[in-house]
């Protein structure tokens, strides 16, 4: 296992662009990461996908990121943080926001058009379960914020609505809308995320959604 002093050696400016494009999220998928690199990184971007590939393998080699199997998917976690390298590697502008949420679109909409996942029975009782989670976390902020015993319907599914949404555009303006709004819930919520994957989470919000407008 590489040794935290091997973490510490300066990042090349292709290493530090593609440490960049994880923006606030830790585990990306490859092709998500791509794109977000090629948003971000300027002259870089001109990098080829076998190139980005073989710098991916040297930064695991280094101990600068870790690779995963995600549903299927080739995926890598960050683990160097702005702390390990003295740089920042989180947006610090809403320009390199948008541009990282739109290189998650882009990724977004090619798997889109690649061979769906199948939706298997453990899939909907895994997101369900997800689903239920948040909603007692959203409910539970709730009633701590206004000081009340009950949260209304509407008032739940609203906020419910609006993380669907947020989730929809990119990880990136899920976190920020949490951040702004309810930051109690970002790092539990963002730990569910790095284990379960954004399409497992998407599925419970809409589970979740759905239950609530059938019931109300």
Sequence with gaps: MPDLNARTERLSRLELDIARAFGW??????????????QISGETSLVSREEFRKTLREMEAKGYLSSLDLHGHRAYRRLISETDIGVPLTPRAPLEEIKLALGSRRARMK?????????????????????????DLVRNYLRYKYGVRNVKKSVLLGYIEKLYRA????????????????????????????????????????LAESDMRRYR
């Design 111 to 135: 798997r889109m058009h690649s061979t769906p996942r199948r939706v298997t029975e453990e899939v909907v009782k895994d997101s369900k379960e997800i689903g239920q989670y948040v909603l």
């Design 167 to 206: 989730l929809c555009q990119s990880e990136d303006t899920f976190y920020g809308f949490l951040k702004n709004n309810t930051p109690e819930m970002l790092s539990n919520l963002k730990r569910i995320i790095d284990m379960k994957g954004t399409d497992i989470v998407l599925l419970g919000l809409r």
């Design 25 to 38: 999220t830790v585990i990306l998928y490859e092709e998500s990461l791509y794109e977000r690199f090629l």
